[in-house]
């Protein structure tokens, strides 16, 4: 079965500019979560949806939302882009129900500039 | 909040000898624990999981053990191969939250 696909893989953008990334989960697979890679930091918690609801939520500004649609592919948006943004962008998607494992998507590289 | 951490941050071993990764946790409510390879470029792949109900699993040379009254998880790698080099990484889930708190990654180095 297909896997986790994030698009874009790359993308540059400036300072103040948004963003807005996209995720389709494996299919039957309900819960997508979203992580910030970066050296610094590691693997970081943004947020987690389930049937189009936000579940979860990390420790991360305002800035960074996102939502789940019907079929349960789902977006994350930062407005007002900062240089410490820059990061790989990672998400995953399980069944949701706390009995199974997550598959991680191949993620999108963000540099702001 | 859960706090996961992992050591050592890089290790080197000779190809054939075997490898160690340590992590503890700090919520006693996390159920699950996943362990994720990363190689250079791509993304982390889930490599073997073990549930807060059994102590340890293996899959061919990759083991997982857990003690839940220490709260610490380790890995284990046997007969380690070049392709074996890469970040791993642990991971806690407690199953309330529905989200993976990770380790800060090991680097592994295989020595040929």
């Known amino acids: 079965k297909a896997g986790v696909t994030q698009t874009p893989r790359y993308l540059i953008k400036t300072r103040g500019q948004q963003v807005t990334l996209s995720c389709s989960p494996i299919s039957g697979h309900r819960s997508v979560s979203w992580y910030q890679q970066t050296p610094g930091q590691g693997l970081q918690f943004l947020f987690e949806y389930f049937s189009e609801t936000q579940r979860n939520k990390g420790n991360f500004p305002g800035r960074f939302s996102g939502r789940q649609f019907s079929n349960s592919r789902s977006e994350m948006n930062v407005s007002t882009l900062e240089l410490g943004d820059s990061a790989l962008y990672l998400c995953a998607s399980s069944q949701g129900t706390g009995r199974s494992g997550y598959t991680f998507g191949s993620g999108t590289r963000l540099t702001v500039v | 909040g859960e706090n996961v951490e992992q050591h050592p941050s890089t290790l080197s071993v000779q190809e054939g000898d075997s490898a160690v990764i340590k992590c503890t946790y700090s919520?006693?409510?996390?159920?699950?624990f996943p362990w994720y390879k990363q190689e250079l470029g791509k993304r982390p792949q889930l490599i073997i999981d073990?549930?807060?109900?059994?102590g340890e699993k293996k899959d061919q040379r990759i083991a997982v053990t857990l003690n839940k009254t220490a709260k610490h998880f380790s890995l284990h790698i046997t007969e380690t191969q070049p392709e074996d080099s890469a970040v791993y990484f642990c991971?806690?889930?407690?199953?309330?939250?529905?989200?993976?708190?990770f380790g800060q990654g090991t680097r592994l180095t295989i020595n040929p």
């Open positions: 073990i549930r807060s109900n059994v």
């Open positions: 919520d006693s409510a996390s159920n699950y």
């Open positions: 991971a806690a889930h407690a199953g309330g939250a529905q989200k993976l708190v």
